[in-house]
């Protein structure tokens, strides 16, 4: 099924909620991914154990289905229904490079639509690569290129997100038609100039977050998560197995080749209560600077529902399983720890499921912080917009991970006040957790106040900030925070000091206006020093619902000066999409990922909107157009 089509669905449900208060070969290693140079925070006593032959691995599958059959028994015997479904640390010239992402941790970028390289933005849009010299204050149109391989037809895939490791660019898209999940190289030269490299394939199920991104970078190591349904009933399920193939003309299914033996796949050693999916959770690391793209690979058993996150450490996933009874249901997870440094992964059970991946804080202190909410079921395709539930803040060692016999004991939850409604947002500031609810995808809602969670995560301690608005994004702002959120008619941004009492400073609304992008990375801050920078945001006026951010452009980007969280309006850098024309879009033609966002360059503000750039220079204290550039139409396509 298309994602369009699921678009459907998953929109029809949010809207719904947002009414509710509540082998080897081919260089592809089968060995552990493996991240050198990055210092493990401690070796886990116990660790999980492999399966040590395909016959093994087998025999429990085939156990599994026992269990799924029992369960499908119980459920209709009750009357219920189914539910429905890396070796280069980080250089000190890359600690010092000019970052454009929002990400969550410093050091780790998270793939992305536009990225830095050099005197070069580049850009993914709908399908087609794109280079912008800024060089010596230019605004300049370079290079494009397809984002896909010679011979691709490119319908049923979408080009998703991109990153860059020195000279190469690496394109993370999912193709319904070829298998999963592609990976297309690319070279940008010292001019800009892009060429295409080369495709490569992994077989995987759509990787598609609302919130999240399928990559990350760490080095010249590009990390990457896919889920993989597999069935185990199949006559022969390791047919279904994480397998990568190089694309060529004439590529075929027979070409895949397993990377994930029995031996690279992982389970608990507590007994999992699957409900009607399992799957393959799979961690791959690809080393960007080797010439054939050599990518290793670890797969962990769980249920479907997931939530990964990635820290500078390690990467985690949140498996989720929902048991159906006849009075009441509840969720049963299990939390896998899998090392950057190789080493084999280890696991918990826990109990509920966090939002996203902005849930999670592997502290410098040796801790794990999970927000997590009793009704979640993970962040995949849409199901981080419609959470519901109590909500904890779970808090444990980084070296009490095990092999997963052992349950994070229930001292280890604190309670934590409770958010009416579906659209939850959540963030780790400092040294505080903040959380709230909002709007979300949905129309703005009329609030008049509201509260924003903000919680000492080192020890449980609960401030409560009052708002006159929702809560539909939360961002660090140097060591304090900003909110932004609808009241239902105007669009707030209130800057939040974290001291020892959490309070609300200052309060800017922008009339008639909603956000204009809902991911991470439409936003950015840049610090002039500790109390002071800028911030810049997408916006619409109208306002409108937040999925419209999935196929209109932003209105215009409104820049804001902190000045010791005190906000004044700088200005804004409008959009002119009377002037857009018809791209003939033949991939990636929904966004998904954004097409809007600020950029700091250098020390100059340029907004990307769409398939338009815009530059504007500050003169006392307020933002002036500079110069306006259409960065699809002054260059021709590279063809090979």
Known sequence: MKRALLALVGLGLILGAAGCSSGSGDGISTTAPKVQGITPIKQPPKTMVAF???????????????????????????????????????????????????????????????????????????????????EDGDLRPVSVVDAFGPDINPSGTWYDEMLISKDTIAVIGYSYERGGTEVGLFHIGDAGKLTYRSTYHLRSNDYYSSRN????????????????????????????????????????????????????VYKPAYAVDYDYSVALHTVTVCDLESADFDCKATSV?????????????????????????????????????????????????????????????????????????????????????????????????????????????????????????????NRFVGQYLLYGGGSGWGYPQKTERSRLYAVRWANGDVHRVILDHGVDRIEAMGSDAVVVGSDGSDLHFTAVRLGNVPSAVDDYVEKGASQGELRSHGFFYKAEDEDSGMLGLPISVP????????????AAVVFLKNDSLHFEEVGQLAAQPENAKDDGCRASCVDWYGNSQPLFLHGRIVALMGYEMVEGAVERGQIREMRRVNYASEVKVSRR
């Not at 991104?213 to 760490?218: E, F, G, K």
């Not at 399920?237 to 075929?252: I, L, S, T």
């Not at 059970?349 to 912080?369: A, C, I, K, M, T």
């Open 52 to 134: 040590q032959s395909d016959a093994e691995l087998k025999k429990y599958l085939h156990e599994i289905v026992l269990k799924q059959r029992k369960l499908m028994r119980m459920t209709a015997s009750a009357g219920l229904a189914s539910p429905t479904l890396a070796d280069n640390a980080p250089s000190a010239d890359a600690d010092k490079a000019e970052s454009i992402t929002n990400v969550q941790h410093a050091g780790v970028d998270e793939g992305g639509i536009v990225k830095l390289h050099g005197n070069y933005l580049v850009v993914l849009r709908r399908g087609r690569l794109f280079t912008v010299s800024i």
């Open 301 to 425: 058993v769980g249920p479907a529902g997931r939530v990964f996150y990635v820290s500078p450490h390690a990467v985690y996933i949140w498996v989720t399983s929902w048991w159906y009874g006849e009075k009441e249901s509840h969720a049963k997870s299990l939390l896998y720890r899998m090392p950057l440094d190789g080493s084999a992964p280890s696991a918990l059970r826990v109990s509920g499921s966090p939002v996203d991946q902005f849930s999670f804080l592997e502290s410098e202190d040796g801790y794990l912080n999970v927000l997590v909410r009793s009704d979640g079921t993970g962040d995949g395709m849409w199901s981080a917009e419609r959470t519901s539930g109590s909500a904890a803040l779970m808090r444990i060692a980084v070296d009490s991970f095990t092999d997963g016999s052992a349950d994070v004991p229930a001292t280890n939850y604190r309670e934590l006040p409770p958010v009416n409604g579906w659209a939850f947002q």
């Open 213 to 264: 991104y399928a990559s990350r970078l760490i080095g010249s190591k590009l990390i990457f998560y896919s889920p993989l349904y597999v069935s185990p009933e199949a006559n022969n399920p390791f047919d279904e197995f994480p397998a990568v193939r190089k694309w060529h003309k004439g590529a075929n299914a027979s070409e895949f080749k397993r990377i994930v033996p029995a031996t690279q």
């Open 543 to 554: 306002v409108r619902a937040g999925y419209h951010h999935l196929f209109d452009s932003s």
